[in-house]
């Protein structure tokens, strides 16, 4: 299995459920959402918590250390994850 394909098999950030540990894997967007998310500390290699899951599609609560970040559900889903 290529590297390309073993990350495809990973979960992404809006399939967790809230209280889940994982570590981002890879970022799949394009550069401005990108450098947007590096911006707000979402990089491979940090551990992230699922807080909470807006209702009725809503957006995702994370946290990365100390701070907490609301996510689109659209931006979670191209973040690939791997649960601890």
């Known amino acids: ?9 990973l979960p992404t950030l809006d399939t ?3 209280g889940a540990v994982a570590t981002i894997v890879s970022i799949h967007t394009d550069e401005a959402l990108h450098l947007r998310l590096a911006a707000l500390g979402l990089r491979t290699g940090k ?3 699922l ?4 209702a009725l599609g809503g957006p995702l609560q ?3 250390g100390t701070t907490d ?13 791997r649960p601890t």
């Open 1 to 9: 299995m290529s590297a390309s394909a073993a990350s495809a098999a």
């Open 51 to 54: 807080i909470r899951r807006a």
């Open 16 to 18: 967790l459920q809230p």
């Open 62 to 64: 994370v946290r990365l």
């Open 47 to 49: 551990s992230v918590t």
């Open 69 to 81: 970040i609301l996510l689109r559900r659209s931006e979670a889903g191209k973040i690939r994850v």
